[in-house]
């Protein structure tokens, strides 16, 4: 295999299918969601609207994580509740905030 570069007709047809290729938008939406991003977007989590129930389970999982990693002391269910309890506070949190807006 050549390393060098590619002949006319080659490249033309290559240049072709590249210029084919940016012109479909529908492609380039799909290319651009799968991109990689190295920050978070915190767009979408300041944007983030949680439901009453959602809210009700996370607290209910977190008690319960909580009353469970007291009496047993397991380190999995203490790293489970560590897990749970700021997504709990997080969801808490834009819950009341919501609420106070209307």
């Known amino acids: 295999m050549s390393i060098g570069r590619l002949p006319d007709h080659e490249q033309r047809i290559l240049d072709e ?9 529908r492609l380039d939406r ?3 969601t799968l991109r990689l ?7 979408r989590l300041a944007a983030y609207r949680p439901r009453t129930p ?9 008690v319960t994580l909580m009353v469970v990693g007291i009496l047993t ?3 999995g269910v203490i790293w489970a509740f560590a897990a749970v309890w700021p997504v709990t506070l ?3 949190f834009r ?8």
Do not use: N, Y
């Open 30 to 32: 799909r290319l651009r």
């Open 37 to 43: 991003r190295r920050r978070p977007d915190l767009t």
């Open 17 to 25: 299918i590249e210029r084919a290729l940016r012109r479909d938008r």
């Open 54 to 62: 959602t809210v009700l389970l996370l607290l209910a999982l977190s």
């Open 95 to 102: 819950l009341l905030c919501r609420w106070t807006e209307g």
């Open 73 to 75: 002391s397991t380190p």
């Open 90 to 92: 997080f969801a808490v």
